[in-house]
């Protein structure tokens, strides 16, 4: 095994991240935390109690590198925890990562020139959601994100009503300039168990601070049935009601003061929905009619529930039908690039698809749209770089969690391994007998099975 990596004395970036009983993704998480091209980090990682295998990944991960620095939550809440992690912080920046999540290797690098060539405090880049049954989506699709841009404060807000479609811009994990946060003495609000990240960033926004966006999505959102921000409680949406009415009492511009009545009535029609919903589930309608007809638009979200609700039992259905004779999962191999024939390169294409992988080609020009390089990638067991310039793009694969390989003689720091046409065989032992359709779930055999080979 390689020695542990050592820290470094001066960070320039703290990456955040809590975690409670989270080991299913965890591990694929800091994997891609450490993968990091910028080094001048440390990742502090607060669980909050875990009673499964949480606390043994991360300590695992700290015992190979010192920049994985563990700290015990204290059990007060998601905003509680928040705001310890950011205490816990030595570098001048810091950036958000749920535990369940994935980033590009430049991710941190990325996000660190934009605020710098900005002159911005805070900055975030557009995201990939994906999960075990979602095709890779761009979160924020559209003209308007194809470009690099400022976020306002009146376009933000308006992105927190949930009462119609558009980007929600608070599932964006921003870099924060901590001492821009703490001269203003913003820090999360611990009432609030959803939001939470929304909410910090708009205040920092009233107080005057800067927001830059990258349309690049080197964040990768996993979406999956234990992800709270998707499950709406009426404890929860009763805090972010009590946060927005404090916000109000307060004196402010006139466009803010409608765009922060319009969140508050879209968040008080999603509470009016919760709670109908339930009397709907306790058999009591006559009392659920009365709530919404105070909330008319509270229907609408009614028929969105009936709906979502419908299309779950749907793909229950489907599932228990297709697990009756589960076909095993084919592991995948991406060829990047146009290799030259007879190569390394080639040759090892050729034994992966031998040893029963489905060989995906990606051309230089399909690996110029991150986006089809997540959906023809995710989960792949085995990433072959013809052109070793197109590593950065290749990473869009999701969870990255395969070896990249290249020809003897290549140079680039995402590369775990070089061969040459006397070595290529050696390849098969990274090749699982099956893949998994979630992505990120190979890291944790990856340091092993690298570390273990020889070009």
Known sequence: MPAPVAGPPDPLVSLLMVARNAAAHIDAALASCRRQSLAAIE??????????????????????????????GHGKGLAAVRNLSIAAAAAPWAAI??????????????????????????????????????????????????????????????????????????????LLRLEALRRQGIAYDLRLRIGEDWDMVERALAAGLTYAFAPEPTYYYRRHPGSVSFRWQPGDLAALIAAERDRLAKPQQRGLAAARRARLASLEDALAHCEAVGLLKARAPLRALAILARRPRALGLLGASVREGLARRVGKWRARGAALDPAPPVPLALLCGDPEPGSPIVIAAALAEASGCVVVRLSPADLADPLAVARSGQGAALVLLADTALADRAAHAIGDGAPFVAAAGARHPLIDLVIDQHSCGALLELIPKSADADAGLLWRERARRVAGLAA
């Open 43 to 72: 990742i502090v990682v607060v669980d909050d109690g875990s009673t499964d295998a949480t606390a043994a990944i991360i300590a695992r991960h700290a015992a190979e590198d010192a920049r994985v620095i563990p700290v015990r």
């Open 97 to 174: 990562i749920d535990s369940d999540d994935i980033l590009h290797p430049r991710h941190v690098e990325a996000l660190l020139g934009l605020a710098r060539s900005r002159g911005a405090d805070m900055a975030a880049a557009n995201m990939i959601a994906f999960g075990q049954d979602l095709a890779p989506a761009l979160f924020a699709a559209g003209p308007q994100w194809a470009r690099e841009r400022m976020i306002g404060h009146i376009e933000y807000l308006e992105s927190g009503r949930l009462d119609r479609p558009g980007v929600q811009l608070g599932y964006l994990k921003p």
